[in-house]
């Protein structure tokens, strides 16, 4: 089946650690997303990837990081520096990393900071 | 600047009725691509239709239609006969190119639907 899959579900941390949260894609696609969500929200860019080994920070980049080492996956990670990490984490995938693109999502991961 | 707005953040209807989810943007650029997507419970968005900018006709794909209005900045969603099934938070998207040679994806707040037995 084709799709992304992302890792864990839901996640638990103490304060001041980092985190990795994991995205895979088996679609082909070049492009790679990373969004998040709060309560009541939409959604919020992160960071993207057009292509392998190349990102962009989105609008709320800072207090994470990301690779692109692989077409299939693009980890995040929720830094010590993120304020304010407890979120629902998405991660999309497109065809060509245009603005002409659809974006397919994962199911996301919930991630709660203790 | 870029901007979509979901007025409305919750509606609730009872099974059967129809439902008219709005969705209003705002963009300077011509070139751009509107977007509608599902959230379930379950949390993962589903596509369900792009429209470009250039493409003002309606569509209907069987209980859904969406009305693309360029002259109001429109792009409402319409569920015919809902079902419990269509319980959802709706989420509007616009997508158009920056000037930095990069894109913009921005999302509305969302519509959180309750469709009641």
């Known amino acids: 089946d084709g799709g992304i899959t992302q890792s864990p579900k839901y996640l638990f941390r103490k304060e001041g650690q980092n985190v990795t949260l994991s995205c895979e894609q088996n679609?082909?696609?070049?492009?790679m997303y990373w969004y998040r969500q709060d309560p009541g929200q939409g959604l919020r860019l992160i960071y993207y990837?057009?292509?392998?080994?190349?990102?962009q920070k989105g609008d709320i980049a800072e207090g994470y990081s990301v690779s692109r080492e692989k077409k299939e996956s693009f980890p995040l990670t929720v830094t010590s520096a993120q304020k304010n990490p407890t979120a629902f984490y998405l991660c999309?995938?497109?065809?060509?990393?245009?603005?002409?693109?659809?974006?397919?999502f994962g199911p996301g991961t919930r991630l709660t900071v203790l | 600047a870029q901007k979509v707005t979901q007025a409305q953040t919750e509606i609730s209807v009872v099974e059967k009725e129809d439902v008219t989810l709005d969705c209003v943007y705002e963009?300077?650029?011509?070139?751009?691509?509107l977007f509608w997507y599902k959230q379930p419970p379950s949390g993962e968005l589903v596509f369900l239709i792009r429209?470009?900018?250039?493409?003002?006709q309606n569509e209907i794909s069987g209980r859904y239609s969406w009305n693309f209005q360029k002259s109001t900045s429109s792009f409402n969603f319409t569920i015919t006969a809902s079902q419990v099934v269509d319980s959802a938070v709706y989420f509007c998207?616009?997508?158009?190119?920056?000037?930095?040679?990069?894109?913009?994806?921005?999302f509305g707040a969302g519509t959180r639907l309750f469709v009641k037995a």
């Open positions: 999309a995938s497109g065809s060509g990393g245009a603005f002409t693109d659809t974006q397919y």
């Open positions: 679609l082909n696609h070049d492009a």
């Open positions: 990837s057009q292509i392998v080994n190349d990102f």
């Open positions: 963009t300077r650029d011509t070139t751009y691509y």
């Open positions: 429209r470009n900018s250039f493409d003002e």
């Open positions: 998207a616009l997508s158009e190119a920056d000037s930095t040679g990069g894109f913009k994806t921005i």
